[in-house]
């Protein structure tokens, strides 16, 4: 299937501005999250590919100034680089089988046979617990075991480093700027709210454990991105 190159060189130039700005402290994170957000459905892929990915680099529950680690900082001027640039970002997904799924599908296995050993009923919801506390540690698993490609880290959203020295080299104008010593740590929220967010989702997560171990037997799906001319 051949990309779509098609390119929309005023969104690029506006979506750069507004991350200059953010990382410049001019706007806060409310302010960028909403002024990103209508580059979510722009017809230039790469336009809406960095401002969907920017969004997990902030809270969008906590209003905050520019608050990146170095490696994040990093990838923000990246990200810059490409809109800069008249190249394209290309997103390829495959499907990953894990042993997970073979758990997942057990455990599914085994919440259906004790709801049909049971009966049906809001003592179903007890039952589901165990299960979702199973389901929960297959998903922190899979977070933990996603596979990185040798200086990923360092090279998003590019695949290789002479990709990233093909596009700089075509966007003569661009100048990375250094990581702010002065941002303050890369936590945003304390741990106290951080637990006290989470409380809820895990609660439901855990007595609609079927509804994720049933989604959760299906192959998981691996993304990669490469930089590349139109």
């Not at 529950?61 to 800069?84: G, I």
């Not at 990953?96 to 259906?112: D, E, P, T, V």
């Not at 740590?185 to 007595?207: D, F, H, K, N, Q």
Request: hydrophobic share 40%; charged share 20%.
């Amino acid at each position: 299937m051949t990309p779509d190159f098609t390119i929309n060189r005023e969104h690029r130039e506006r979506l750069a501005a507004i991350v200059r700005q953010y990382l410049d402290g001019e706007i806060s994170a409310f302010a960028f999250d909403e002024l990103t957000d209508p580059f979510r459905g722009s017809y230039d892929k790469t336009v809406k590919h960095v401002a969907s990915t920017v969004w997990f680099h902030y809270d969008d529950c906590k209003n905050h100034f520019v608050n990146l680690t170095k490696p994040e900082w990093d990838y923000f001027q990246r990200l810059l680089l490409v809109l800069d640039s008249n190249d394209h970002i290309v997103k390829t997904t495959t499907l990953c089988w894990r042993y997970s799924q073979l758990l997942a599908l057990l455990s599914f296995i085994g919440f259906a046979l004790a709801a049909w050993y049971c009966g049906f009923g809001i003592h179903l919801l007890l039952i589901a617990i165990p299960f979702g506390i199973v389901s929960i540690g297959i998903q922190r698993y899979r977070n933990c075991a996603r596979p990185d490609l040798p200086y990923s880290e360092v090279l998003l959203p590019f695949s290789t480093f002479s990709e990233l020295a093909s596009t700089y080299k075509s966007v003569s104008q661009f100048r990375k700027k250094r990581h702010p010593k002065h941002l303050p740590g890369p936590r945003i929220r304390s741990v106290t709210m951080e637990v006290v967010v989470s409380i809820p989702l895990y609660c439901v997560w855990a007595v609609l454990s079927p509804v994720a171990l049933f989604f959760q037997m299906f192959p998981t799906t691996t993304t990669r991105t490469r930089v590349c001319e139109a």
